[in-house]
């Protein structure tokens, strides 16, 4: 399991998972039986992981060509629930603080939303166009 990459990530894990199944719980529906199975288990986890930063990079990348969202407070990896399980590459996007008053404002005008839907759906392809060819 991926570790944390900030000191904010394990609260925020802690408020993610208030409620949650415990982990022991929802493993045990999903241990592989076997040395072989466990083997080719964390190989593709592995894998899923690799195609999450790369997807995280491809859309960290698109987002910073949206001034109105800049300054990118970068890449940060938790194992959030939500994620932890994921079999395909998986990633959570935050483009700003609707709390702040620069980027709250920002975030809420037409203008800003269509250009960082536009940088996520160019992220998206770019993502999907790597992995084929």
Request: proline share 5%; charged share 30%; net charge neutral.
């Amino acid at each position: 399991m991926a570790d944390a990459s900030n000191e904010e990530a394990p609260s925020l894990l802690e408020l993610e998972e208030a409620g949650e199944v415990g982990p022991e719980e929802e493993v045990a529906a999903d241990t592989p039986s076997g040395d072989v199975e466990a083997i080719l288990a964390d190989l593709r986890l592995a894998d899923t992981h690799r195609g999450s930063a790369r997807l995280a990079r491809t859309i960290q990348d698109e987002l910073a060509t949206v001034a109105t969202l800049s300054p990118s407070r970068g890449l940060r990896q938790a194992p959030f629930l939500v994620l932890r399980r994921a079999r395909v590459p998986a990633v959570l996007v935050e483009l700003g603080y609707l709390s702040h008053a620069k980027q709250g404002r920002s975030l809420a005008e037409k203008s800003t939303q269509k250009q960082a839907a536009r940088a996520l759906a160019r992220a998206l392809i770019r993502y999907v166009s790597a992995r084929r060819g």
